[in-house]
């Protein structure tokens, strides 16, 4: 079975400072991971995904995605947070061998930028 | 393209009602999805589908769920009797091929009374 553990409910940030939203995952295999974004009254946004190669994943808005194989973790992350990036963010797996084509989504992590 | 389209955006239902929620996936997408949002539960895949075909549907409920494709430009979740535990937001999503990202479509708020 595949799953993944985003452990915060929510991360709060200031302006300018760099964020992290974590995300660790579960599978048997071999993950192909993926973040998505929600906005209110929105369907998710594609950010970003890993499915093999560098282990730094760069996506839309400057998001970027570390993939650590060794932690099974695949954190989120923004060197510089704008107020406009707050929102739901979700991190998802996949496994490539057996899993099918599902995709299990974490419960998400709510994001708060403030002044 | 205009991404994928769902309706009704909104449905306020009564209890024991059939409620028909309606998807149009990306033309040329072969693959097609249903999840459910819940505060509580998140994001549950509940069925998809592959060039129109059903391979797994057993996030559903199904004694009173049922998803189909009667063509390649409309999806419909039905729900036979509607309960009030069905309150949720539904998404649809296509993707063109297994190992490419989802659209998701704006969502169905759905209430049962």
């Known amino acids: 079975a595949q799953s993944v553990a985003q452990p915060e409910d929510q991360v709060n940030v200031a302006e300018g400072n760099p964020l992290t939203v974590k995300c660790t995952y579960s599978v048997s295999g071999n993950p192909y991971l993926f973040w998505y974004v929600q906005y209110p009254n929105r369907g998710l946004q594609f950010l970003l995904k890993?499915?093999?190669?560098?282990?730094l994943v760069k996506g839309s808005y400057g998001f970027e995605a570390e993939f650590n194989k060794s932690q099974t973790s695949f954190h989120l992350k923004k060197p510089s947070a704008l107020v406009s990036d707050s929102a739901l963010y979700f991190c998802a797996v996949r496994d490539l061998t057996g899993g099918g084509n599902k995709l299990t989504f974490g419960t998400g992590t709510q994001l708060k930028v403030e002044l | 393209d205009a991404g994928v389209i769902q309706s009704p955006r909104h449905e306020v239902t009564e209890m024991g009602q059939e409620v028909t929620l309606r998807c149009k996936p990306i033309?040329?997408?072969?693959?097609l999805f249903w999840y459910r949002q819940t505060m509580m539960q998140g994001l549950e895949l509940l069925a998809y589908f592959r060039n129109r075909a059903p391979l797994d549907d057993s996030g559903m409920p199904k004694d009173r769920f049922s998803a189909e494709m009667p063509d390649a430009t409309l999806a419909t979740l039905k729900i036979q009797p509607s309960e009030p535990r069905d309150s949720a937001v539904y998404f649809c999503?296509?993707?063109?091929?297994?190992?490419?990202?989802?659209?998701f479509g704006s969502g169905t708020q759905l209430s049962v009374l």
């Open positions: 033309s040329g997408h072969d693959y």
């Open positions: 999503a296509s993707s063109r091929t297994q190992n490419e990202k989802l659209f």
């Open positions: 890993y499915i093999t190669g560098d282990n």
